[in-house]
């Protein structure tokens, strides 16, 4: 073998190995830029589910952050209706004492004889239970006075003894059988007062 051949068969032997060479070069190469993709994949994906989860978190937070002003919001309203539920029961009750108080003047005043009118005990008297009806006025008291003539109303009225029965009570059939056909207002004995559409006392009538 002369020296030229053997030269060349090295020469071809050194390309062929780096033929292989570059070969396995490409295919790692090819291998590397499937993973890089798979892993720019792999983030993109995880980068999504991140931000999923995030708007699913932010959502639950605010319907949470939603239901607490809402029961706030309802707990609110339920002690302002309870605190005005307690100012109309101490109300009421104050004016239940005041009213037995203002008959008494009523019932005084409307006895008083026609020559003593115009007296100053009169007068102050008669200041007293204008300053008593002021203040029912001033807490929304309204007054139930029916008029002779007037229908009985259960609702708004209270019947009590007719004098002129002969029973002494409203229970006999003579009386229940008058009450039928007339139901009408014979005497105010008292008067009645309401707040609003609720009767706290009833006006006490007599009834023909």
């Known amino acids: ?17 780096k033929e292989k060479i570059e070969e396995v070069v490409d295919v790692e190469n090819e291998v590397t830029e499937d993973l890089s993709a798979d892993e720019a994949d792999l983030s993109a994906d995880e980068a999504e589910s991140g931000e999923t989860n995030f708007e699913k978190q932010a959502k639950e937070n605010l319907a949470g952050w939603k239901r607490t002003q809402a029961d706030f919001e309802n707990y ?5 209706e309870s605190q005005k539920d307690l100012i109309k029961y101490a109300t009421q009750n104050i004016i239940l004492q005041i009213i037995p108080v203002l008959d008494n003047f009523q019932m005084s005043t409307a006895h008083i004889p026609e020559d003593q009118k115009d007296g100053g005990w009169v007068t102050g008297i008669m200041y007293i239970q204008k300053q008593l009806e002021a203040v029912l006025i001033e807490n929304g008291i309204e007054e139930i006075a029916p008029k002779v003539g007037d ?4 609702v708004f009225h209270e019947a009590i003894a007719d004098k ?13 059988e008058k009450e039928k056909f007339k139901n009408k207002i014979k005497t105010v004995m008292m008067k009645g007062y309401k707040i609003g559409d609720k009767v706290i006392r009833a006006a006490r009538v007599v009834v023909e």
């Open 1 to 17: 073998m002369t020296k030229q051949t053997k030269e060349k068969e090295e020469l071809e032997k050194d390309i062929a190995e």
């Open 164 to 176: 002129e029965c002969g029973c002494g009570h409203c229970d006999c059939e003579k009386e229940k």
């Open 151 to 154: 229908t009985f109303d259960p």
């Open 76 to 80: 609110k309203r339920m002690q302002a």
